[in-house]
């Protein structure tokens, strides 16, 4: 993976020099930081606007080279590259017979499909969006499979109550990410696992990684996976759902879909020269 040489490598369209501009100036750069850190505020209403589509998962999505191929029902199909990334998390360890919990579930189609293929005694999606919550327990009503309410940095949950946790593509919005750590070392079990994948800036890896060192469990493996990752955008489905879910206003919806177009989009170039930084991690708790 190569670095970034100079501006005109990764702003490529008026939009993204703009952007690139705004993000060298001090102020809007904590702006941004902040924005980042509370999205998560804005999915209650992403929720409500898709509350009538099939729109199961919002994470970037994964494929290797050569593709996984993972067999998938044909009504999964059309999500492949974000089953995917939850397959390649999730699948470091033997869920089979284990009590797992997701926090961070979003509109449950990670905790459908890994409750219906891989069949962990019970699995629970939590997140802090009701509007999702509502959302799971209407789409995905499957044995074992339940989905609450709650924030990630005060797990509703009893000490030692799960095997695995699972964490994909949300750690970066909560606002005390090593207050999450620590909760999900308490709800795990002696022995077991936290399956994690995210995103970080290339200036906030050393206080990511810093934050990691620290965590209350041992990690076993990490590995940095921006290649699959872009791959994996440019087959998601999810990306011609976000200039819809942009205000109705002309010039933002152009934004919206100059940002996350799947081909040569600004987020995949990000990953492509190294500016932003996609990891799969796996910890356990000994």
Same mark, same amino acid.
């Given at each position: 993976?190569?670095?970034?040489?100079?501006?005109?490598?990764?702003?490529?369209?008026?939009?993204?020099?703009?952007?690139?501009?705004?993000?060298?100036?001090?102020?809007?750069?904590?702006?941004?930081?902040?924005?980042?850190?509370?999205?998560?505020?804005?999915?209650?209403?992403?929720?409500?606007?898709?509350?009538?589509?099939?729109?199961?998962?919002?994470?970037?999505?994964?494929?290797?080279?050569?593709?996984?191929?993972?067999?998938?029902?044909?009504?999964?199909?059309?999500?492949?590259?974000?089953?995917?990334?939850?397959?390649?998390?999730?699948?470091?360890?033997?869920?089979?017979?284990?009590?797992?919990?997701?926090?961070?579930?979003?509109? $449950?189609?990670?905790?459908?499909?890994?409750?219906?293929?891989?069949?962990?005694?019970?699995?629970?999606?939590?997140?802090?969006?009701?509007?999702?919550?509502?959302?799971?327990?209407?789409?995905?009503?499957?044995?074992?499979?339940?989905?609450?309410?709650?924030?990630?940095?005060?797990?509703?949950?009893?000490?030692?109550?799960?095997?695995?946790?699972?964490?994909?593509?949300?750690?970066?919005?909560?606002?005390?990410?090593?207050?999450?750590?620590?909760?999900?070392?308490?709800?795990?079990?002696? $022995?077991?696992?936290?399956?994690?994948?995210?995103?970080?800036?290339?200036?906030?890896?050393?206080?990511?990684? @810093?934050?990691?060192?620290?965590?209350?469990?041992?990690?076993?493996?990490?590995?940095?996976?921006?290649?699959?990752?872009?791959?994996?955008?440019?087959?998601?489905?999810?990306?011609?759902?976000?200039?819809?879910?942009?205000?109705?206003?002309?010039?933002?919806?152009?934004? @919206?879909?100059?940002?996350?177009?799947?081909?040569?989009?600004?987020?995949?170039?990000?990953?492509?020269?190294?500016?932003?930084?996609?990891?799969?991690?796996?910890?356990?708790?000994?």
């Amino acid at each position: 993976m190569t670095q970034p040489q100079n501006d005109t490598l990764v702003a490529r369209s008026r939009l993204e020099k703009l952007l690139l501009r705004l993000s060298q100036n001090a102020a809007l750069a904590r702006f941004q930081t902040n924005l980042q850190a509370n999205t998560y505020r804005l999915y209650p209403l992403a929720s409500r606007r898709l509350a009538n589509d099939d729109v199961f998962f919002l994470n970037f999505g994964y494929e290797e080279d050569p593709p996984m191929d993972v067999p998938l029902a044909s009504s999964d199909e059309p999500n492949r590259f974000p089953i995917q990334l939850y397959h390649r998390t999730a699948t470091q360890v033997e869920l089979t017979g284990k009590q797992v919990l997701e926090v961070s579930c979003g509109h $449950g189609g990670g905790a459908s499909y890994l409750s219906r293929t891989q069949q962990p005694a019970s699995y629970t999606g939590l997140d802090i969006n009701p509007a999702g919550i509502e959302f799971c327990r209407r789409r995905h009503n499957l044995p074992s499979l339940y989905f609450v309410q709650g924030n990630a940095e005060s797990l509703p949950f009893a000490d030692q109550s799960f095997d695995v946790v699972i964490n994909i593509e949300a750690g970066i919005h909560y606002p005390d990410f090593a207050g999450f750590l620590t909760e999900v070392a308490r709800v795990l079990r002696p $022995g077991g696992h936290f399956l994690y994948a995210d995103l970080r800036d290339a200036e906030a890896v050393p206080a990511w990684d @810093a934050t990691l060192a620290n965590a209350p469990m041992r990690l076993v493996s990490k590995r940095i996976i921006n290649d699959e990752v872009v791959r994996g955008i440019q087959g998601n489905p999810i990306w011609d759902q976000v200039p819809r879910l942009a205000p109705n206003i002309a010039f933002v919806r152009r934004m @919206a879909s100059d940002l996350t177009r799947k081909a040569g989009s600004w987020i995949s170039r990000r990953f492509e020269t190294g500016e932003s930084c996609y990891r799969l991690f796996c910890f356990v708790k000994d």
